[in-house]
């Protein structure tokens, strides 16, 4: 389960970005999240991938309270969560292949041995020719990009999802090809999925079910 109760969070002084948030993702299930831009969607998106402390307030990721965040979060509780972000740009390093950048997360956690299995099989589900795992960020598109993030967020083979804005740059093949290739691994490995939104056609559509930030945060 992952579990976000009355959490509250911001960027140092001033309101917080978000005020006493609670929502709930039971294993496997699907939950969209929606609202209009600036309500804290990505702030929230970010705490529940263990990536930004709250000020208050609990989460919870399969019965274990997160008291540490980012790269002082328990390694097992870290790698539970995969996270593609709105902009590949901003969160691939440009120094690195397509193939290392999928690797990435298994280099890091000492998982070498599975780089060769696993970066072919994840270039493959997301629709990456392996002619452009040689290539680097800046010689291939954002699309093609956002694949490969898409399958380094697989790559450890998480229990949870958390897609923040995922296909909001992209076209409508490329958004149906990534949701696709979510869907399919979720079938796989039965992962929760947390995907936040400002198209409430495309979670519709994606989600077991989708809530409106106001269903969120209580009423001001
Ligand atoms: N790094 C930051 N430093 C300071 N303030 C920030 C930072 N990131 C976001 N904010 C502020 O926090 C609030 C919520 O931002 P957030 O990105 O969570 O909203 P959002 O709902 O995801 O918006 P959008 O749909 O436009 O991406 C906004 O007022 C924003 O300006």
């Known amino acids: 389960m992952l579990e ?12 917080p970005a ?27 998106a970010r705490i529940a991938a263990l990536l930004h402390r709250p000020e208050s307030g609990t989460v ?16 097992e509780l870290r790698t539970a969560v995969g996270v593609v972000f709105q902009s590949p740009r901003l969160s691939a390093d440009p120094r690195l292949t397509l193939g290392d950048l999928i690797a990435e997360p298994l ?3 000492g998982r070498r041995d599975l780089v060769a299995e696993r970066v ?15 290539r680097r960020p800046h010689q291939v598109s954002d699309g093609q990009l956002q694949r490969a993030c898409v399958a380094r967020a697989l790559v450890l083979r998480p229990r949870w999802l958390v897609c923040d804005e995922m296909t909001s740059m992209l076209d409508a093949s490329t958004t149906a ?29 994606w989600c077991d079910r989708t809530l409106h930030w106001r269903e969120v945060v209580p009423a001001a």
Do not use: I, M, Q
């Not at 976000?4 to 309101?15: K, M, P, Q, S």
């Not at 919870?60 to 390694?75: E, F, I, M, Q, S």
């Not at 399919?184 to 519709?204: K, P, Q, T």
């Open 18 to 44: 978000v005020r006493g948030a609670t929502l709930t993702v039971t294993p496997g299930e699907s939950v969209g999240l929606l609202g209009p831009s600036g309500c804290g969607k990505s702030t929230l």
């Open 60 to 75: 919870r990721l399969d019965g274990t309270t997160v008291t540490r965040w980012r790269h002082r979060a328990p390694r």
């Open 107 to 109: 280099r890091a956690t």
């Open 177 to 205: 090809a990534l949701v696709a290739a979510v869907e399919d691994y979720r079938r796989e490995h039965g992962a929760g999925l947390l995907a936040v939104s400002h198209d409430a056609v495309l979670l519709n559509r």
């Open 4 to 15: 976000l109760h009355a959490v509250t969070a911001g960027y140092g002084r001033g309101a």
């Open 120 to 134: 072919p099989a994840l270039a493959h589900d997301v629709g990456l020719g392996e002619d452009l795992l040689e």
